[in-house]
C-alpha cells in the first residue's frame, strides 16, 4: 500500500510563499510523474503542476513563473514551491503519482495524498 501525506499548507498574505511538501511510503523513483493538484470550493480539481522521472516539468499557466515542483528521490518527497501567492491559489492542495504514464489526467494518477489546505489572505 503507497501513502502519500502533505505537509506545509497554512494561512498567508497576497504575496508570500509556501513550501509544501509530499513524503510517500514507496520509493518516489519507481512513479514516472508526481503532480500537485489543487480543489478550490465550487470549482473543479485541477493539475497544478507535474514532474517526471527525466525532470521534465509541466505548469498550469495561472501559477507559471510563479510556483516550481521538484522531487528528491534520496528523500522519496516532491515539493512545491509557491511564490508570490493569490487570493485565486487559495484551495486544497493534493500530492499524487503516477506510476507509468505523464500524469496529464487525472484518471492517470494511481494515488493520492488526503491534501493540504492553503489559505491566501489578500
Known amino acids: 500500500q503507497v501513502q502519500l501525506v502533505e505537509s506545509g499548507g497554512g494561512l498567508v498574505q497576497a504575496g508570500g510563499s509556501l513550501r509544501l511538501s509530499c513524503a510517500a511510503s514507496?520509493?518516489?523513483?519507481?512513479?514516472?510523474?508526481m503532480g500537485w493538484y489543487r480543489q478550490a470550493p465550487g470549482k473543479q480539481r485541477e493539475l497544478v503542476a507535474r514532474?517526471?522521472?527525466?525532470?521534465?516539468?509541466g505548469y498550469a499557466d495561472s501559477v507559471k513563473g510563479r510556483f516550481t515542483i521538484s522531487r528528491d528521490n534520496a528523500k522519496n518527497t516532491v515539493y512545491l514551491q509557491m511564490n508570490s501567492l493569490k487570493a485565486e491559489d487559495t484551495a486544497v492542495y493534493y500530492c499524487?503519482?503516477?506510476?507509468?504514464?505523464?500524469?496529464?489526467?487525472?484518471?492517470?494518477?494511481?494515488?493520492w495524498g488526503k491534501g493540504t489546505q492553503v489559505t491566501v489572505s489578500s
Open positions: 514507496g520509493v518516489i523513483s519507481s512513479f514516472n510523474t
Open positions: 499524487a503519482a503516477d506510476r507509468y504514464g505523464l500524469g496529464y489526467q487525472t484518471y492517470d494518477y494511481d494515488y
Open positions: 514532474v517526471t522521472s527525466g525532470g521534465r516539468t
